[in-house]
């Protein structure tokens, strides 16, 4: 059966290859795409996502959210995803439109509809989803669950101690965290080890599907932006977000008691997680992946989008 996602995202080169795996998947039935600002500015974003849908042909409606965090002033990561935010790949302007409801009321009516059976995979900063929460405050018992890509266990990429998604909002992130809603964690330490290395690469770029020409423009920017911090990989964060929930033995996951960083400046978005233990009264509110099996990430990758067909393991 397939079941019914939102993808929550800011496009972003790795969102565009969370997107094209999505949309290839046999397992996945996009119900929407929202929109929020985080690698780049909203309307940037937004333009992206109707321009990557139509590149996709792929015919959802696109829900326009939040264009600053809860709190906080917007920083976009425009360095780390080139002009325009798809690594350099232009595509054909859009001529669709986004939806006239914000992404928060989109939430909530797709998930009213799905009767409980709606998933959301959030690729960016989570203020649409708390957004949403504060709004429908009963909307933590139509959703199923919440992939996010975001967090880290160790260290992060914007600070020493915190991962961009979760720093763009840390407010946002402990609203959804504080929910009650299930929540799975792909974060920072576990997308660095889902990683392409360049013989993967080259494997995926021999595949025969219409993405293969642009998706090589994206996968040469990303190496040359990860060559010029000393990486001879290519992490796709976003693109292992969607493929954990198109395969769930892909990641494993331990469940734990989260909570997020939101006075200190410093330590501004570091996600904090620890085992349940009986002294502490805090709940377990997260699964957080732990490990990847990073071979048969790569085997899906290259089935979907090559057929269409999720492989068996």
Known sequence: ??????????????????????????????RGVTTVAGN?????????????????????PVAKGASKPLKR????????????G?????????????VLQPAWDFIDEQARQAEGRLELIALGPLTNVATALLKYPDLKKRLKCITFMGGSTGGGNRTPYAEFNIWADPEAAQIVWESGIPLRMVGLDITLKGVLKAQDIQDVLRL?????????????????????VGQDFVPLHDALAVASVIDAQLLDYT??????ET???????????????LENRQQPN????????????IHLLKGILQTGQTPNL
């Open 1 to 30: 059966m397939h079941r019914p996602v939102i993808i929550d995202t800011d496009p972003g080169v790795d969102d565009f290859i969370a997107l094209m795996l999505a949309k290839q998947s046999d397992r996945l039935e996009i």
């Open 40 to 60: 780049l500015p909203l309307e940037i974003v937004t333009q992206n996502a109707l321009n990557i849908i139509d590149f996709l042909d792929l015919h959802v």
């Open 86 to 98: 798809l690594g350099g790949v232009v595509l054909p302007i859009s001529q669709n439109r986004y």
């Open 263 to 277: 006075e200190s400046e410093v330590y501004r978005g570091r996600t904090i997680v620890r085992k349940p233990l």
């Open 255 to 260: 469940l734990g008691c989260g909570i997020v």
């Open 73 to 84: 002033q917007q920083e976009s990561a425009e360095a780390f995803h080139g002009k325009g």
């Open 208 to 228: 025969e599907h219409p993405y293969t020409p642009v998706l090589r423009c994206l996968l040469e920017f990303l190496q040359q932006v990860n060559a010029r």
């Open 286 to 297: 997260v699964w957080v992946g732990l490990d990847v099996d990073r071979e048969q990430f």
